[in-house]
T-cell receptor
Framework: DQQVKQNSPSLSVQEGRISILNCDYT??????FLWYKKYPAEGPTFLIS?????DKNEDGRFTVFLNKSAKHLSLHIVPSQPGDSAVYFC???????????FGTGTRLQVFP | GAVVSQHPSRVICKSGTSVKIECRSL??????MFWYRQFPKQSLMLMAT?????????EQGVEKDKFLINHASLTLSTLTVTSAHPEDSSFYIC?????????????FGPGTRLTVL
């Protein structure tokens, strides 16, 4: 049972435009969400997170939105840059445990 | 953030041999480290939680006798794949949570590519 889902396996965006990556979850106990960026043959790199007490968190070009009623979160990257091309994973956890449940990933390609 | 190293970065072995992968925290102490496995084009799957000074906690479906975890110190955890078989070929990644940060942010190592012939 996939508790965290990223239904779009890939996304292609032109440089300068907005990239929107989506993530859905099924477990209502999740209260902390994270986005990671991963290049091939490397470990994931933390991007941004959000707790369930918020509905938005912004860090530079990256903004994460959380819709608890819909059990949905999204990562917005604006403006998108070619260096953003990577696989993006969303992950979820509960605050009383350190365990992360990862989504299946979305491969983002930003073209000039 | 924390710097996490893994060694080796890549290993090729014959079927039936054992392989040890090291995960080190270079600048923080970590009472808890995690081991993940990623198959091609799939998600990162948590294998086990490594606890310093105690036995590891394995996720459902992960054989504890096959994947031996030793958290010898606050900066080192090892994963030994015993009697490796081709189906164990995968990308193994460790991570840690920095104590007292109040977040669930995990810092990941660069991963180890295991190929079993």
């Amino acid at each position: 049972d996939q508790q965290v889902k990223q239904n779009s396996p890939s996304l292609s965006v032109q440089e300068g435009r907005i990239s929107i990556l989506n993530c859905d979850y099924t477990n209502s106990m999740f209260d902390y969400f994270l986005w990671y960026k991963k290049y091939p043959a490397e470990g994931p790199t933390f991007l941004i997170s959000i707790s369930s007490i918020k509905d938005k968190n912004e860090d530079g070009r990256f903004t994460v939105f959380l819709n608890k009623s819909a059990k949905h979160l999204s990562l917005h990257i604006v403006p998108s840059q070619p260096g953003d091309s990577a696989v993006y994973f969303c992950a979820a956890s509960t605050m009383h445990t350190d365990k992360l449940i990862f989504g299946t990933g979305t491969r983002l390609q930003v073209f000039p | 953030g924390a710097v996490v190293s893994q060694h080796p970065s890549r290993v090729i072995c014959k079927s039936g041999t054992s392989v040890k992968i090291e995960c080190r925290s270079l600048d923080f102490q970590a009472t808890t480290m995690f081991w993940y496995r990623q198959f091609p084009k799939q998600s990162l799957m948590l294998m086990a939680t490594s606890n310093e000074g105690s036995k590891a906690t394995y996720e459902q479906g992960v054989e504890k006798d096959k994947f031996l975890i030793n958290h010898a110190s606050l900066t080192l955890s090892t994963l030994t794949v015993t009697s490796a078989h081709p189906e164990d070929s995968s990308f193994y990644i460790c991570s840690l949570v920095v104590a007292d940060r109040g977040t669930n942010e995990q810092f990941f190592g660069p991963g180890t590519r295991l190929t079993v012939l």
